[in-house]
């Protein structure tokens, strides 16, 4: 099992059939910044009465600062036919002695509907149960968002609850909350080695 401690010497690469997932770079920041100023990139991440150019400062702090105390891990995802950083996904406030963690996402627009986004995480959730030994992965999304909660379907989570957003009138932005525990993803993965 690798520890927090382990990884301080660097994350390894993660390979699935058709992508790459190496580690955040120092490099990639500029190519990030620039997928969180898309507007349809950053809609629905965290959401709230800021402004999307406000909201996406934010979110790109949060992942520089817990990529540098290893809070929060982050693999840049790169398709096999080009090196272009077309993602992110990430286990976002990992507790490593609980052995929980949130997974995040967010893919380039002109990647969209190609079933990327789903393998990446499923990348993640293979490296985050079989090497970082964790128990509980929580997915969150906006309401409206359908295609990120097919993501997290695919990949087995379970919806769990709605989060009402606070100070917002409609009744329409709220974020569904999903889980995947350690049972299901290991039941799911002797189902489809039976199937296979």
């Known amino acids: 099992m690798l520890t927090r401690q382990s990884l301080l010497s660097g994350l390894p690469e993660l390979h699935t059939e ?6 955040l770079v120092v490099e990639d920041y500029q ?11 950053i809609k629905y991440m965290n959401r709230n009465r ?6 996406a400062g934010r979110l790109f702090r949060e992942i520089q600062s817990g990529s540098a105390t290893l809070d929060s891990i982050h693999y840049v995802i790169v398709p096999d036919d080009t090196e272009r950083l077309s993602g992110l996904v990430s286990f976002q406030h990992w507790h490593e002695r609980k052995g ?5 996402y ?3 627009p002109t990647y969209w509907g190609r079933g990327l986004a789903a393998e990446a995480v499923g990348g993640l959730l293979s490296f985050g149960m079989d090497s970082l030994d964790l128990k509980r992965i929580e997915g969150r999304c906006h309401e409206q968002n359908t295609a990120s909660a097919k ?3 695919k990949n087995g989570f ?3 609850r709605r989060i009402g957003m606070p100070g917002l009138k409609d009744d329409q932005d709220g974020v569904l909350v999903y889980e995947l525990t350690s049972e ?3 039941a799911m993965d002797v189902i489809n080695n039976k199937n296979n």
């Open 18 to 23: 058709r992508l790459k997932l190496r580690p």
């Open 31 to 41: 190519t990030l910044r620039s997928l969180l100023s898309l507007p349809e990139v």
């Open 50 to 55: 800021r402004p999307p150019v406000e909201r």
């Open 100 to 104: 929980e963690a949130q997974v995040g």
């Open 106 to 108: 967010l893919l380039d």
């Open 151 to 153: 993501v997290l379907m």
């Open 158 to 160: 379970r919806y769990l």
């Open 184 to 186: 299901i993803y290991f």
